[in-house]
């Protein structure tokens, strides 16, 4: 599944990603009497992915929320890098998205936070499908409202569909198998899938932001008619609990909660958004964003960096209680993150030189210097979830496998993948050794100490980074391929090029990482499928052009059962580790975040809330007056 509104804010750093695989099952019907207008269609308030849902038809609220949360106050929040954009139709493709922008949109369900792929109505009052998942209905409420007093109609989703597909790698990647979408009634869309069986897709249809069709085919202030085509920083239309009251570009945004907003007493609602204002002001450097924190210029920090965390947190707001540290585990999602190698270019097409620079890389000695011991190595693209392979395959897996044996490379059915393991000199120099003997084998050599390919062109790698902590883990790693003989360079560039060099693959090596949710599915095909390798934009910055990748992806998304799901996805995961696409970096278990103890939650938060910033907390004007006012 995708990553959600409320994910993206969660995250820290405006992170990244989650589409996930649904069974639906164990699913209450919506009243009869609303079945009734329809009779040939089964109406659920709720789908859900592995079987019974945990709140009823009629529920009042979800359990993990405080309903008598107190509405007000101002919450300051960090972003780091910069912002000229509040189109999210072309958010990744053109410009710097304002993440601020993806709140005043709703979507047609919303998931909840101590379930699994679980989702409830929101825009959508009800949904139906049947049993072979071959189309999806979703019935639209008839309060639903844009902030204009416009209501929400089935127009508005096929717009956005249609433009999103049209305008966004990702969605054109996500929804490619939904071909048809059609108004089925007076608030009734349907969407028609190419074909039955992907349990997955009427879920993700949920997950679609909505947009208003009036607005966008609109003219703006001056008169001028819109462009969803294009980067804007004229200020949406939206139908959320906020919307943007003001901006500086590039600085800061602030969101001001609607007062009317038309969905605050909807069950998945009630006990959320409850400050009146959020304020997102953006640093291009973590450090001065520390330093206003610090200040107290912003209430709260996402923290990801294990020397900042060790090292940088002795100012004495924090002795005196006033600030507060806190790591919250992380269990809805697990990730890669690594150097990832562009196998566009020549030098990187031959799977054995990315896997020398594996044994180049020497992990253990730079989390002792850099990161104070506090990481572990990542050794899955599904690193911290079920669907992490390990061992051999057996069973299941091993029957996925079993057809693609001429396909992937065998040490998928005879080696139990392991990253290099450095930390010494002794383990160093076998590593590098090795990575030699790798090298050699590719048909390249050394040369007056410089590594040459077989045409006995010298190697030279730019690893292109976009801010100091990336900077610091590359000038590590430098030395190392040094050894090898890669004249390696360190680049630092400002966002703005980063992210169209990013568009255009235009790099050797960068640090990428995905998030992977407990289920996947469509989105691994705009992560790795050959489809989306060539696409301005997508998340395939591997370039990944590989028929067995492809099948195996296939057989995720069609997967019949949660055990199908996981064997199907460790069985991907192998053959992602053997073609060695990435060097596997470093992960950790928590989300960092420190505070300025002017606020308070529901206790225990959602299992899947991650720090519940900002959704789930509010203003608390007891704690707030014992610190005084802000800075």
Do not use: C
Not at 209 to 237: F, M, N, Q, V, Y
Not at 308 to 334: C, H
Not at 476 to 504: C, M, W
């Amino acid at each position: 599944m995708a990553i959600t509104r409320r994910q993206l804010l969660q995250g820290g750093a405006f992170a990244a990603a989650t589409p996930a695989f649904l069974t639906i099952a164990g699913i209450a019907e919506a009243p009869f009497a609303q079945a009734q207008s329809n009779p040939e269609l089964p109406w659920r308030h709720a789908l859900s992915l592995f079987g019974d849902i945990k709140y009823p038809d009629g529920f009042k609220r979800f359990d993990y929320v405080n309903p008598d949360a107190p509405k007000g106050g101002t919450a300051r929040m960090i972003s780091l890098g910069t912002f000229d954009n509040f189109n999210i139709a072309v958010m990744g493709v053109k410009g710097n998205i304002a993440p601020a922008a993806t709140m005043i949109y709703e979507t047609l369900m919303e998931r909840s936070l101590d379930e699994v792929a679980t989702e409830y109505g929101l825009l959508a009052e009800s949904v139906a499908h049947p049993d072979d998942f071959a189309w999806v209905v979703y019935r639209l409420r008839k309060e639903a409202r844009w902030h204009d007093g416009k209501p929400v109609t089935p127009e508005d989703v096929i717009f956005s569909i249609e433009t999103l597909k049209k305008q966004s790698p990702f969605y054109a990647s996500y929804y490619r198998h939904v071909v048809k979408v059609e108004k089925n009634g007076e608030r009734d869309v349907k969407f028609t899938f190419d074909g039955p069986g992907n349990r997955e897709l009427p879920t993700i249809v949920g997950e679609l932001p909505i947009l208003p069709k009036h607005w966008w085919e609109g003219s703006d202030g001056e008169g001028r008619k819109r462009d969803i085509s294009a980067t804007t920083l004229e200020k949406p239309l939206g139908s959320g609990a906020y919307r943007i009251k003001e901006f500086v570009a590039g600085r800061s945004v602030t969101m001001e909660r609607v007062k009317d907003y038309w969905g605050a007493n909807l069950p998945v609602q009630i006990g959320i958004n409850n400050f009146d204002e959020l304020r997102f002001e953006f640093f291009r450097d973590n450090l001065v964003a520390l330093e206003a924190f610090k200040a107290d210029q912003a209430d709260w920090i996402a923290e990801n960096s294990a020397k900042q965390w060790a090292t940088a947190y002795d100012f004495p707001a924090v002795s005196e209680k006033r600030v507060v540290r806190e790591e919250f585990p992380i269990n809805d999602s697990g990730r890669m993150q690594g150097f990832v190698f562009n196998t566009r270019r020549d030098q990187f097409k031959d799977a054995r030189v990315r896997r020398a620079f594996n044994y180049a890389f020497d992990f253990e000695e730079m989390n002792k210097q850099l990161f104070y011991g506090q990481y572990k190595r990542i050794n899955s693209y599904f690193d911290g979830t079920e669907l992490a392979s390990s061992g051999l395959p057996e069973g299941a897996e091993l029957q996925i496998l079993e057809p693609l044996r001429d396909k992937v490379p065998p040490e998928v059915f005879t080696t139990a993948y392991q990253n290099p393991v450095g930390g010494n000199p002794e383990n160093v120099r076998n590593n590098l050794r090795e990575a030699l003997r790798l090298l050699k084998e590719a048909g390249f050599e050394i040369k007056d100490k410089k590594l040459v390919d077989p045409a006995g062109k010298p190697i030279a790698v730019e690893i292109l980074v976009q801010d100091p902590s990336s900077e610091r883990i590359a000038l590590f790693y430098k030395p190392s391929l040094e050894r090898i003989g890669v004249t390696a360079s360190v680049r630092v560039v400002d966002d703005a090029q980063y992210q169209n060099r990013l568009r255009s693959f235009d790099f050797d090596v960068i640090i990428d990482q995905w998030g992977e949710s407990l289920s996947p599915g469509n989105e691994q095909r705009e992560y790795w499928g050959s489809q989306s390798a060539d696409q301005p934009g997508s998340r395939n910055t591997i370039g990944i052009k590989n028929p067995a990748v492809d099948a195996l992806i296939d057989r995720v998304i069609y997967a019949k059962d949660r055990a199908d799901l996981v064997a199907a996805t460790r069985a991907l995961d192998r053959v992602l580790l053997w073609n060695f696409y990435v060097v596997p970096q470093f992960t950790y278990p928590y989300a960092r975040y420190a505070r300025w103890d002017r606020f308070s939650h529901a206790e225990p938060l959602a299992k899947y809330s991650r720090s519940g910033l900002p959704t789930l907390w509010w203003y608390d004007a007891e704690k707030a007056a014992k610190l005084g006012k802000r800075s």
